[in-house]
């Protein structure tokens, strides 16, 4: 798999510390410059304050779940991608994802390969929306 050419930031959240370790090597294996943390709620802290170009959530997690994340990063940021990832099939879930326009929704067990590929095209995903918005600006 190629990597971007333009290294592209991505926050990981994910509660189970062994998952986000894999997902992170893989992710910086693949080219990404990857920020983790431990749960929604520090997720959206990490969001507020940093620059990230797609987001990477598991869907069930505490104090903040990763379709409220999703909710958030869409009010405040709706040209960030999101790729969900979650251990539970639920179909209620996956329509309100969709619904918030989840880049991707994956079922966990994901392998490495996956991951990147799902994320690399989120991150082509966000790269054609800058084009598109510098072409608008006069």
Do not use: C, W
């Amino acid at each position: 798999m190629n990597a971007p050419t333009v290294a592209m930031r991505v926050l990981l959240v994910e509660d189970e510390r062994v998952l986000a370790r894999v997902y992170s090597r893989a992710l910086v294996a693949a080219g990404f410059v990857v920020d983790t943390a431990a749960d929604g709620a520090e997720g959206f802290e990490r969001f507020l304050l940093g620059s990230y170009d797609v987001v990477v959530s598991d869907v069930s997690m505490p104090r903040l779940s990763g379709l409220d994340l999703l909710a958030q990063v869409r009010r405040l940021r709706p040209n960030v991608p999101v790729v969900l990832i979650t251990a539970r099939l639920d179909q209620s879930a996956y329509e309100q994802a969709h619904g918030l326009g989840t880049a991707r929704y994956l079922l966990k067990p994901v392998t490495m390969e996956q991951l990147a590929r799902a994320v690399q095209g989120a991150a082509m995903l966000r790269a054609a929306l800058l084009r598109s918005e510098k072409k608008r600006k006069p």
